[in-house]
């Protein structure tokens, strides 16, 4: 009897998540990837939709330290030579990204859209 009702409940739940939000637009999250190596971003400008993700990622043998910044300081990488550097864009607009250490010679933008 006890099994039977797990499986009753187990079955009510994937009826539940599969009915959940029929004919919503559902937007499978995409992560863009930029390169970043001494001293330039692989990318000056990269496109995402609302809720994507950009990776950076730091190439191999970068000589020098990086950061990852947005313009207003609202979010930023550690100053780092390896690794990677991931920010999830939950709003629209145009964001202004450098490099803490070569603000000059590393820019970019990321354009959100809906
Ligand atoms: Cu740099």
Redesign the pocket.
């Known amino acids: 009897m006890r099994a039977l009702l797990a499986t009753l409940a187990l079955g009510a739940l994937a009826c539940a998540l599969a009915t959940a939000a029929p004919g919503a637009q559902v937007h499978a999250a995409n992560t863009k990837t930029v390169k970043?190596g001494?001293?330039f971003f692989s990318k000056g400008k990269v496109t995402v939709k609302k809720d994507d993700r950009v990776k950076w990622t730091w190439g191999e043998g970068t000589k020098?330290?990086?950061?990852v910044t947005e313009e207003h300081g609202r979010w930023t990488s550690k100053e780092k030579k390896t690794g990677t550097y991931r920010h999830k864009f939950g709003k629209t607009g145009t964001f202004n990204v450098y490099?803490?250490?070569?603000p000059l010679?590393?820019k970019m933008k990321v354009v959100v859209e809906k």
């Open positions: 970043v001494d001293d020098h330290k990086h950061t490099c803490a250490t070569h010679d590393m």
